[in-house]
């Protein structure tokens, strides 16, 4: 079937493949809404709507329960995560209570901190729990200052405009004073530094080329370390899936040879089997090697396009030269020179710069290269490469950072979308504690420095041209994040924790973060409050109603009621809430969008009967093409670099004088890597932490019945190929234990073709179990984080590098300590 079409086909059943115009709920057929015809009067059966970063769907309730939903009609390609959602909703590892732990139940912010993650905490009140919060925060800002407070970077959160948790906790926080912020996100923390140097914008979170116009026009395509299928099912708003069906029909025109699709990764990607495309095998962390040699050959074959660099670019003659041998480590860059290093024949490197260079060829990019040390490299090598082959600003050619995400590609309808709860204080109000002095220290950090500023209180580090002065902070505050999955280094989180007086948690999961956690706060899931969200994060294609399906479990509440009765406390509760209520609020944040749309001609209903039908949608936008403007005329649609050109050499990078990020791409060898790198010979697996097929980071690791699909032996899975197990006497569903200097895990083999010799994949996201509280101690269910490094890229972007991590694995012997992860905490009496 194409999918596409039928899409189509679905718009212009509504009335929308042409003209904005609203969609009666009565086209799809029936009235689904309103529950089934053969409902007898007292049957309390109703369909509801909501979204997700999984997609829009409808649910079925009976009475007030939530019994199971299925993917809106729109959606083409729903994920089967979707499903999981009765089963995140009732879920045995819900935050049930405000908690507070057990020893600082006891004694406070003096507590023993060397007890934190033993799981033991006590059931307070709401009340008492938010003034414990109050009160420490009061305790915070008095004693020492704002340099104290840690306010945690917000991650994954769940969709929707009005309850967004990090919004909340942020207004509540900023009601109250000033803390330490972070910079950067763990996502694309190098890319989104370096880009804005080299093509003028972080390109990470920009929407690319149209995939028509990709279709009709490349020749070849490289996905470069990226997994599209397996990444497109989730969205940072409710995810439309439109993407899909481009992939379709990119599979149809590779079977018919009209395009050459190339995955250069070192795994066989669930994309690469998909499209059923060519795979180019690379040694895991090498790619620069691989594209300078490529490169290289451009230069001597003369491929390369002089007038592109010349009339673009800036830097080619100062970047040529280090390519030549001439500079830095006067090495030539030969494909001879990258053969060994990244573990591509000599013969084919030159082919793929041929092949590069003859027709179309659309460069596209996923994250997890620059998710490594030196992360900064691959991005630029990667526009580099992309300037030499002189297509940028061409449909199907050039650089892309983004096909993978959020189904960027499908065209912007160019409607506008609903605003969010203000994070930030209304006009002219102040906090309670309003002159922050930071001591010295810095009050933005690179997101992923926040455990070293815990070890190394005060110490200086370079920072994308600056210097930052790392605070010791002594209270952390977090929400719609999992702090204990997403950094890295588990045993140096411990050590570091132990530093911290006290620490809040607002999640609805009980994850190994609020193990770790002095206070915990229980939010509601967003199935359990009303709220809408923007229905495809780039296509802008509709607005999305989310139903309250059932009211909020055991002790939980909305976000915004917590951080309301944490304003309260500061007397400051309507001014919070701005006088509104939780439908006043949607009705506000659906006119005001409503009202911007009337001037651009996108029309919308009521808003009372958008909450009847569940959702608006827009017709798709008009093609595009990324950087085209700037191809057309340089000089009046000038780059965001300083010279306003792509920078292949930068002056600014240059001035920093950084060993490890130069005025131009280099290769640089890293601290340990597999296939022949350092500490090979003591670790000689390489271990990648990619996005997990099946959960939205740890998002639905808690969902047992999702679990039971993937798991091995109750354990996260650990992917490798059958020669590397064989090798080390393992079968395909035994337990083993994967380990190095920083820590160990245990994990279930699985034996897959798809993972090459020396290559071990852990998903991230799941769940940290650790034996007990002691550092050093086993993760008994799979969590990659227990191993991985944590240092920073390099001193300009100073992000994650999980991807650079090397390990041994063996089978466990005798039997394993079971799974400490789910179910929640050990509840105990104080008294007792
Ligand atoms: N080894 C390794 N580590 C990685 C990565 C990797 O590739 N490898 N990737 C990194 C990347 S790119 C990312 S983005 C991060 C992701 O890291 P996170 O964003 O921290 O990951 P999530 O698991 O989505 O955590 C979101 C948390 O918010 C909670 N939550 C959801 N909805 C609500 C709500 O309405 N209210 C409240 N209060 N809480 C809510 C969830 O229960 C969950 O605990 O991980 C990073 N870590
Ligand atoms: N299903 C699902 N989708 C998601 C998410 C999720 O949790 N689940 N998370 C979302 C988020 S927050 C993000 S940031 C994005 C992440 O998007 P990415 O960071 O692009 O995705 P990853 O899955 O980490 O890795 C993609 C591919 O890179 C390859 N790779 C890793 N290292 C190297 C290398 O050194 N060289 C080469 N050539 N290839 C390498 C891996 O083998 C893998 O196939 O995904 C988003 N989509
Ligand atoms: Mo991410």
Redesign the pocket.
């Known amino acids: 079937m194409n999918t596409n079409q039928s899409r189509r086909g679905f718009l212009k059943a509504l009335g929308l493949a042409s003209a904005a115009t609203l969609i009666p709920n009565v086209v799809l057929g029936q009235n689904i809404l309103k529950g089934s015809t053969g409902d007898n009067v007292h049957n309390l059966v109703k369909w509801k709507f909501s979204g997700a970063h999984w997609g829009a769907f409808r649910a079925k309730i009976a009475g007030d329960k939530l019994l199971e939903v299925k993917p809106f009609e729109f959606d083409q390609h729903p994920t089967d995560m979707i499903y999981n959602i009765p089963g995140l909703v009732y879920n045995s590892s819900r935050v049930r209570y405000p908690m507070v732990r057990l020893d600082w139940f006891k004694n406070g912010y003096k507590s023993d901190t060397t007890q934190r993650g033993d799981n033991r905490f006590v059931r307070v009140t709401w009340d008492q729990a938010l003034d414990l919060v109050y009160n420490e925060l009061e305790r915070i800002q008095t004693q020492y200052g704002a340099w104290a407070l840690h306010i945690g970077n917000v991650g ?1 959160r769940s969709v929707g405009q009005l309850h967004s948790c990090g919004n909340n906790m942020l207004r509540a926080l900023a009601m109250h004073g000033s803390g330490v912020t972070t910079a950067g996100d763990y ?2 923390g190098a890319g989104q530094t370096i880009l804005p140097y080299v093509l003028g914008s972080t390109e990470v979170y920009s929407q690319g080329t149209s995939w028509p116009l990709i279709l009709d026009n490349s020749d070849v395509i490289v996905f ?4 599209p299928i ?2 497109l ?2 969205g940072w708003n409710t995810e439309t899936h439109e993407a899909y069906a481009y992939y379709e029909q990119l599979r149809e025109k590779i079977a018919k040879n009209e395009i050459q699709v190339i995955s ?4 066989k ?1 669930k994309t690469q089997n998909f499209l059923n495309c060519e795979q180019q095998y ?1 040694n ?2 090498t ?1 620069v090697a691989l594209m300078l040699a490529i490169a290289h050959t451009m230069v001597k074959e003369n491929l390369h396009d002089q007038d592109f660099l010349a009339t673009y670019t800036v830097g080619f003659d100062e970047f040529e030269p280090y390519l030549m041998g001439k500079t830095i480590d006067h090495i030539e860059k030969t494909p001879e020179w990258a053969e060994p290093i990244c573990g591509v024949k000599a013969d084919r490197i030159r082919e793929l710069a041929r092949l590069f260079t003859k027709g179309r060829t659309q460069l596209i990019f ?4 620059q ?2 040390q030196h992360g900064e490299q691959p991005y630029w090598m990667g526009a580099v490469l992309a300037a030499m082959i002189g297509q940028i600003g061409l449909p199907g050619g050039g650089i892309s950072y983004s096909h ?2 959020c189904s960027v590609g499908v065209p912007t309808s160019g409607a506008s979308m609903p605003g969010a709860f203000p994070l930030a204080l209304d006009f002219g109000r102040k906090a309670k504690y309003d002159q922050p002095d930071y001591q010295g220290y810095s009050a933005t950090i690179p997101v992923a420095r926040v455990v070293d500023a815990l070890l190394e209180p005060g110490k200086e580090i370079n920072y994308n041209g600056s210097t930052v002065k790392l605070p010791p902070y002594k209270m952390a505050m977090f929400s719609g994040a999992n702090q204990w999955h997403r950094q890295q280094d588990r045993n140096k989180m411990k050590r570091a924790y132990q530093k911290l007086e006290t620490i809040v948690y607002t999640d609805y999961n009980w994850t190994a973060s609020c193990r770790f956690a002095d206070i915990v706060l229980p939010a509601c899931t967003p199935y359990e409050r009303n709220d809408l969200d923007i229905y495809g994060t780039y296509s802008n294609r509709g607005i999305i109603a989310m139903h309250k399906l059932v009211d909020p479990l055991y002790h939980s509440k909305p976000d915004l009621e917590i951080w309301a009765q944490f304003a309260k406390r500061l007397g400051r509760e309507e001014e919070y809430r701005q006088g509104l209520t939780e439908m006043e609020w949607l009705e506000k944040l659906y006119n005001e969008c409503r009202d911007a749309n009337k001037a651009s001609g996108f029309k919308m209903p009521e808003f009372a009967k958008f909450w009847e039908d569940g959702y608006v949608l827009f017709p798709e936008g008009p093609l595009w093409t990324r950087h085209a403007d700037f191809r057309e005329d340089p000089e009046v649609n000038a780059l965001g670099t300083p010279s306003g050109f792509i920078e292949i050499f930068s002056r600014k990078i240059a001035s920093y004088n950084y060993e490890n990020c130069k005025g131009h791409p280099i290769w640089i060898e890293k601290d340990e890597r597999s296939h022949g790198g350092p500490k090979s010979e003591k670790y000689p697996f390489w271990l ?1 932490s ?4 099946s ?3 740890s998002q639905m690791c808690e969902v047992d019945s999702a679990r039971e699909k993937y798991s091995i032996a109750g354990r996260e899975p650990v992917y490798m190929n059958e020669d590397d197990a064989k090798a080390k006497g393992i079968k395909h569903g035994d337990v083993v234990l994967v380990f190095n200097d920083r820590g160990s895990l245990i994990a279930g083999a699985n034996i897959s073709p798809n993972f090459p010799k020396g290559v071990l994949r852990i998903f991230e ?1 799941a769940w940290y179990g650790p034996l007990n509280e002691a550092i050093g101690s086993v993760d008994t269910y799979g969590d990659p984080n227990t191993v991985t490094m944590d240092v920073g890229t390099s001193d300009l972007a100073q992000a994650t590098s999980a ?1 650079t991590c090397i390990v041994d694995i063996r089978k466990y012997e005798g039997a394993a300590p079971a799974v400490t992860s789910f179910g929640g905490p050990i509840e105990v009496d104080p008294i007792v």
Do not use: E, F, I
């Not at 470069?224 to 997994?227: F, I, L, P, V």
């Open positions: 994954w996502s694309t470069w370390g990226n997994d397996k990444n099912q989730v250069v990764d070192p795994v990607s690379v895991p962390l790619d996923g994250w997890a290269t998710r490594q993978h995400y990648q990619p996005h997990p097929d959960r939205l980071h996201g991807n």
